[in-house]
Structures are given as C-alpha cells and as structure tokens.
C-alpha cells in the first residue's frame, strides 16, 4: 500500500504541470468555521499563468492554441451570477494574433474583449476559449484579466484589473495536451463509462513516445488493463496508474490509447473522480505547455449514503469519571468523501450534558462556541477522516466527570455538514442523524 496521501493528491491535484499552470486569484477557500460561520464571498479568475506557443512546422501552418478561462467564487451557500471576464491582449502586439470565441465581444481595435461567463461556479469550468497563434519566433507578452459578477455581500463581486495575467511566450518544440471531459451527473452504480482520452501534438517537432498517469478515486474501477501499465493501490481504496507508450506523435497528430480506457461505476460510488495526464516519453524533451497535459473528470453516481449517530446511556456518582463513547455509522450504500478538496465532509457536535465536565477528549475533537449555544452548554465538534467508507463505525469515547448528579441529564450528537448547517444531500434519512447522550437515566 502506498504512502500518497490521498488528501494531499486531492488539494494538489495528480499532475503538477496543470495546476501549476493555472493561477487563481481573490477567492478565498469558501470553507465555514466549525462554529457555521461562512467566510464573505470573493470572485477569483483562474487562467493560464503561462502559455507557449509554436511556430509553424517543417511545411505546415501555424496552428491555434486554446487558453481556457474561467471565473469560480468562494461562498457555496451562495449564488453568483452574470459573471463579466475583460480580456486585455494589447501585450502580444508583435507576438501573437488572437481569435475571440463568440461569448466576447472585443472593441474596434480588437485588443480588448468583455466576456459574457454567466453564472459563476464554485468548481472550476472553463467558459471562455481563447484562440492564440505565435507571429514571431523567441516573442514573449502577456494578457491581463479582470472580473465583475453578481452577487456577494454587496451586491457585486470584483477581480480587479491585475488580478491575473497569462504569459505567452513563441517557442519550438512538442506540446502534448490530452482531450477533456465534460463532467457527468445522474449515472447509476454498475453502469459503465469511457474516458475521452486521446494526446494530441500542437507544438511543431515530434514526441517519441508518452508517458501516462492516472488515478481514480474509490468508487471507480479501471476496468481496461494496458500491459504498458502497472496499476497501484493506495490507502482508503484509490488507485494510482503509471503508463508508458512507445508511440511518436508528429506534430499536429492525434493518436488514441491501444483501445478505450473505461471505467466501471461501482456500487459504492457518489462523487467520483479520476485524474489523467500525459507527458513526453523521453525526459530530455520538455513540453512548451503544460497546461492541456491533465484533465480532471468530475463523476456523481445516482446513489446514497444513509449516515447515523448512536448515542449511549451512563450512570455515576458525583465525583465519578463515566465513559461515553457515542458513534457515527456510515449504513451505506455509497461512500462519501470532498474529491475536490480533501476536506472532511461530516463533522458532529456533541453538547454535553448538564453537570459534567469532559477531562478525556478524542484527539478529532475540540471545543467550539457556535451561534445560537446556550451559555451554560460545552459544546465539542468532532471531525471524520477524509473519506466515509460503507460500514465505518467510528466511536468517540469521552470521559466525563459526574460534578453534580442531574437525573436523566441530556447531552445531544449531531451529524452535520463540515461546510456549515445540518443538511446532508446524500443522506435518505435525515432522521437517524443525531441522537443523546444520557447520564444517570432515570429509568
């Protein structure tokens, strides 16, 4: 079993190169406090940070290059709309033509464009596709981006001017990109799906041969088995894939894998998803662009996943240290885990009751002071791992001192959202979803 962890893989992403690629900028991680206090919503644009374009090949005609842009806000809980992305490209003057996809509208010189995005996701999607073809070998420029859209605390979120640029630098040699997927909702456990995987060679000389990586998250099954792989286990049921192929890719060529790479849809699966990449075989050759060399594929299987919490009751003198150990029960069938960003998903609260002190905690847990506690109550949050998996049984044992005895006092754990509020989307029964903890029952 390997030692990845898997939360790192999650907030890092699989492959370097296209996340190091992309900039993010003014947004914030959307995620709430323990206490449900969500964080003030912030509009980011996320672009290319750098950008390579080629020369014409050996009797061939400069192609286009495709930068992917998109804006993303912070807050889930609320909704950002009529997203506006300025383009400036009057930096590639002498480097560079552009092509404006049709959702922007430039001005009469043609160097600055307002793209209409829509409504701003919290996942990023790209909604603007620009079009770039190098004009003088060694060149370098840049593009400069800003933002508004509707929404947030004051009515208008703002990526000012500056907040994100592209470098675009003409150079020569092979630039791999690997095909995207368009994420899939709704698709029932058993089914079958097939990755859109093909590498495709915009630069202007030849790749002798790739190199591929994937890894899938646990509701998946790679069920095409390439000898040119060796498929890897990793801890909590992952699986991390190394491939290499002998196959040249000329330039301008696109070539597919041996066969389809496909992937079974388990009986567990909720939201899924599986990274792949690709790479020049041989290490002396560097790839002009790394930002198209891995793609993200987000699944969310038609499923559910009955989460409960099991109270216990305990009896003791005033004076006596009393075990309560309350547990959290994933009943399945699907496992749940953030495939985005490796946060906990569930965390629970547990109110003591009245008249104890709690003098042994589970390390998971800590105190917290959310809105709307009592005064006079101790409130804990406890957090789960990464990923909920079918049948985990979690106990959190406290130990608390009986200081004074309150017949039937009454402690309460709550399953809730790491993110903030009760609601569990995924969870058919809400009601099993908190339970008490009882000291010194009456009957």
């Not at 699907?334 to 008249?355: C, H, Q, Y």
Request: hydrophobic residues 35%.
């Amino acid at each position: 079993m390997s030692s990845l962890s898997v939360g790192h893989v999650l907030r890092r992403g699989l492959c370097a190169g296209a996340v190091g690629a992309l900039v993010l900028t003014g947004l914030g991680s959307g995620v709430a406090v323990a206490g449900g206090a969500a964080q003030s919503d912030e509009l980011g644009i996320r672009a290319p940070r750098d950008a390579t374009v080629t020369v014409a090949p050996e009797g061939g005609t400069t192609r286009y290059r495709t930068l992917d842009i998109g804006l993303v806000h912070s807050d889930r809980a609320t909704t950002v709309t009529d997203g506006r992305l300025t383009v400036d490209v009057s930096g590639l003057a002498g480097v560079a033509e552009v092509a404006w996809p049709d959702n922007c509208a430039p001005d009469e010189a043609g160097t600055v464009a307002v793209c209409d995005t829509g409504n701003v996701p919290n996942r990023y999607s790209p909604t603007v596709r620009l079009s770039v073809r190098a004009a003088a070998v060694g060149a370098q420029g840049a593009i400069e981006y800003s933002a508004e859209a509707t929404g947030g605390p004051d009515g208008t979120l703002v990526a000012p001017s500056g907040s994100a640029r592209t470098l675009v630098t003409v150079g020569s040699g092979a630039d791999l990109g690997v095909s995207a997927a368009q994420d899939v909702t709704g698709v029932a456990p058993g089914s079958s799906l097939t990755v859109p995987f093909s590498v495709t060679n915009t630069g202007n000389e030849t790749a002798h041969g790739f190199t591929v990586s994937m890894w899938v998250t646990y509701g998946l099954d790679i069920t095409t088995r390439y000898p040119q792989c060796t498929y890897t286990g990793l801890d909590g049921g992952f699986t991390y894939v190394a491939c290499s192929f002998d196959t040249d890719v000329p330039p301008g060529a696109t070539v597919e894998l041996p066969e389809p790479l496909r992937l079974a849809v388990t009986g567990h699966a909720l939201h899924e998803r599986i990274d792949y990449g690709v790479q020049p075989a041989d290490e002396a050759t560097v790839d002009l662009d790394s930002s198209d060399n891995s793609r993200t594929w987000h699944i969310d299987a038609d499923n559910t996943a009955d989460f409960a919490v099991k109270g216990t009751e305990v009896s003791g003198a005033a004076g006596d240290t009393v075990t309560t150990a309350f547990r959290f029960v994933n009943h399945g069938p699907a496992w749940v885990g953030d495939v985005t960003s490796g946060d906990p998903l569930v965390a629970i609260d547990f109110f003591l009751p009245e008249g104890t002190t709690a003098t042994s905690v589970p390390r998971t847990c800590h105190t917290t002071r959310a809105p709307g506690d009592a005064p006079d109550v101790v409130h804990y949050v406890c957090t789960l791992p990464t990923w909920t998996t079918p049948d985990l049984d979690v106990s959190f044992p406290f130990e608390l001192r009986v200081d004074r005895v309150v017949p039937d006092a009454t402690g309460r754990v709550v399953a809730r959202s790491y993110a903030g509020g009760a609601s569990l989307a995924f969870d058919p029964d809400p009601t099993n979803n908190s339970a008490d903890v009882v000291v010194n029952p009456s009957v």
